[in-house]
């Protein structure tokens, strides 16, 4: 089954203490992309890459870092978290980054940092 | 100034109603327009795209209107499964813009 696939899908953790939620498509797309949903705000991209080892800063990437070693996983890692990191989590794949290809979201990590 | 805006509803309709929203987007440069489905805060999941003409997909129309910047969309005889929020997405170089939501509720 085609799919993106997030983990963990719940996280309450401490200020500090570093944390790492995978993602990974069984796709073969080149373009995939991180956001999170707050209320009120929408989604908001945080890092996105076109391919492996390309990355690029979305609207609000401070606090974050990713990385692009194979084309199948874009892990989002949190090496400080603070307590305004907590949110809901999507990953995003997409085929590549063509006018309108469709993005397909993995199902959320919701994440609390106390 | 938010580069994608949405009335946030929520518009509660009953079954079989017609029920139409917009959005507006900032930048002139937007290249390309979606409307995405989100049920309870799960992934969201591309409804269809918005093209220049105007397209329909069953009882969805979707409209661009480049001049004012605004794109709608138009859900007709609606049914219970409606019921979601949708988010208005632009794309523009590389990187996608959503806005905050409509909430749609359809009822018995």
């Known amino acids: 089954e085609a799919q993106v696939t997030q983990n963990p899908r719940y996280l309450i953790t401490v200020t500090g203490k570093k944390l790492t939620v995978t993602c990974s498509q069984n796709m073969n797309h080149e373009y995939m992309s991180w956001y999170r949903q707050d209320p009120g705000l929408g989604l908001r991209q945080i890092y996105y890459?076109?391919?492996?080892?390309?990355?690029d800063k979305g609207d609000v990437p401070e606090g974050y870092k990713v990385s692009r070693k194979e084309k199948r996983n874009f892990p989002l890692i949190l090496e400080s978290p603070s307590p305004n990191q907590t949110s809901l989590y999507f990953c995003a794949s997409s085929l590549d980054f063509g006018t309108y290809n469709e993005q397909f979201f993995g199902p959320g990590t919701r994440l609390t940092v106390l | 100034r938010k580069e994608v805006e949405q009335d946030p509803g929520p518009f509660n309709v009953p079954e079989g109603a017609t029920v139409a929203f917009n959005c507006t987007y900032s930048?002139?440069?937007?290249?390309?327009f979606f409307w995405y489905r989100q049920d309870c805060r799960k992934e969201p999941k591309l409804l269809m795209s918005v093209y220049s003409s105007g397209n329909e997909d069953g009882r969805f129309t979707a409209q661009l209107n480049r001049a004012s910047q605004y794109i709608s969309l138009l859900i007709r005889d609606s049914k219970l499964s409606d019921s979601a929020t949708y988010l208005c997405?632009?794309?523009?170089?590389?990187?996608?813009?959503f806005g905050a939501g409509t909430t749609v509720t359809v009822r018995a």
């Open positions: 930048n002139s440069a937007s290249q390309s």
């Open positions: 890459s076109m391919n492996v080892e390309v990355t």
């Open positions: 997405v632009v794309n523009r170089d590389y990187k996608l813009s």
